[in-house]
């Protein structure tokens, strides 16, 4: 595969995951600073080659920056920064890197995200439902208390508008599920039918337990760098060719598109374009899955099919291992683990590379990576390639 | 339609609640363009301006979306309570609790109104209820 012609030259060399899941003990700054430091060795560098360093974060905030950068004792940067747009913020760092890398800014550039919301007494859930003050707490305390209650009221209205039904949600996590089983670092690898689907309980209806992202506490972690330089590194080079962004903006505001159409419809089709290739020459899908329903939108907007079928699409069979379509090949975020846009980021690579071990797909030299923010609030996608 | 009752007065959420007391939902309507806006809008929805004033919204709406939320009840059994996205007659949309006295289909455009209920933990919030 050759890069498109305004591809920025630049490769992902190194990458770094901490153990994921119910880890306790440790704070998101100690999960960040073990993950660069295993992307750094896996890129066969060392911090004195680092010059960039872009950190990110959930729920328990960013990893400090000047923290970050006095504990991995990294000199003279010239990159730094925090981003922030919630989930698509992966791969906002690697377009930053792979622009300052491409206008000869910065040569080697680290980009972490970490977090560590879980605590050994305290329910998984419960995490993302914290007390909160001034407008944003008179919505809590009406009924808005959650993300997932804003993405139910998403699919709620994707579901009246095309018919989509709970069974063709149900298809995304029993196929993600069937991933999982094959990925050693899933935290969930129990096989679901979609009988099991649609007995759990609700957390909030349309969506049932089955349909929401775990939560975990951990890190990832990429060096990015030119294609020169990843050539000469330990492991085989996964290249940036595009990408895109899309901010819808429009939060609990009159939002006409809201649950119908999302910003993959836009970042997608600007991160084809920037790599010069078509959808039907993608390999490999790692598609941001909140829930169920975030895969099922971003298909529609990606164009895998037509806007409106994505109900259709999704439980006709060509999800899961051995099907038509390699969609988060590692179980994603509802079977695999939840480091938000590196859970994506992170299954690319390693498909990419050719590492991924029993649920290696069988095509893998073009991967589409996506990432969303808040709720539906950010897009962004990252096209890479072996 | 909208009255000009409380215009030009800071448009704090403190202000707000005392409104929402006397059973008044307040939104932010535009000198400019005329445009409705959420209460707590920094700028018009549809123009961009920054010259906005509350006034009180009529109190009508109809169901762009909802979710039932798994909670606790009374006796700590689970409950699914009813949240929605209304469209105010005005334009805005606000999100937030249905109030239900019987189990009801709901379906896109249902009729609903603006009421207030008087929380004994959480003091006066707006809710929603079916319109008939």
Redesign the interface.
Known sequence: MSAGTRSPGTAIAGLGITDVGKIFGRSATHFAIDSVRRAIADAGLTTADIDGLLTSGGIAGNPPLGTLQAQLNLRHLKLAAEVQAYGSSAIQMVELASRSVAAGEASVVVCVWADAPLRAEQRSGSVYRQMRR??NG??H?????SPT??Y??????HM?HFGTTEEQLGAIAVAQRAWAVLNPRAQMRTPITIEDYLAA???????RLLDCCLVSNGAAAVVVTSCERAADGDQPPVRVLGWGQSHPGMR????PD??LVSGAAHSGAQALAMADVSLNEIDIFELYDCYTFTVLLTVEDYGLCEKGEGGAFVSSGVLGPGGKVALNTGGGQLSGYYLWGMTPLVEAVEQLRGQAGERQATHHDLAVVSGNGGVLEHHATLVLAA | MTSDEGAAEPRS?TA??EHLEKGTFMLCRCDDCGGCS?P?AEQC?TCGSVALRWCAAVGTARL???????VSGSGGD?Q??P???A?FSE???W???LTLDAPAALN?DTPLRLDVSA?PE??T???FRLAF
């Open positions: 001034g407008w008179l919505l305390q009406t009924g808005i208390r209650i804003q139910a009221l998403a699919t709620r209205r009246q309980r609700w957390v909030a209806d349309p969506l609990l505001r009159n939002n809201f649950g | 959420l707000f609640v959420v707590n929805e762009v979306s909802w979710a039932y939320d798994n689970p699914l309570a949240v929605v996205i469209q334009g805005p949309w999100w937030g609790r896109v929380d959480a003091g919030l707006p809710v």
